[in-house]
């Protein structure tokens, strides 16, 4: 590198903090950190960052019923919609904690139950994403999360009462 750069460069690095991390006059200046209204602008900033992160408590956000069609009315709506909410409702009585082997145990009690179902092809499982998907004799397939609203799969209205072949 030339001498002459590096001079610029150093002149335009002095001239970049003066503008942008100084305030004041010539014979008083002021780091913006000291300033005591840009310390409570910073302060505000980094407050407002920590508020922003997101807690990874996914359940609560995934089961919340709200502005949702209310369960049992979904369940009237046809027979394998009553299963799935059956499922759905199974799904959230099996819970017991939130660590990864409490949420397996969880998906698995609602795979069981959902295998005794009459029009349930085939159900997989994702524990971590508290979804099931279930994929009906008729083509359909959905995925559910769990519903707890206190009420379990067999109250669920519509529900057929044919056991299925335990697939």
Known sequence: MAPNQSIV?????????????????????VTLLEDPMMRLVWIALVMAALASC???????????????????????????????????????????????????????????YARTLPDVTDIQADPLGYRITIHFRSGWLTMVNPIDDGKAGGETPGLPTVAGTGR
Not at 95 to 107: F, M, Y
């Open 54 to 112: 997101r807690d990874y408590d996914f359940q609560s956000r995934l089961t919340d019923q709200d502005g949702l069609v209310p369960p049992d009315q979904f369940a009237r709506y046809g027979r394998e919609q009553a299963q799935e909410i059956a499922i759905a409702r199974e799904y959230a009585r099996a819970h017991t904690g939130s660590s990864r082997a409490d949420r397996e145990k969880q998906a698995e009690a609602a795979v069981s």
């Open 9 to 29: 460069r150093s002149e335009v690095s002095a001239e970049i903090e003066r503008l942008y991390f100084r305030s004041g006059t010539a014979d008083r200046t």
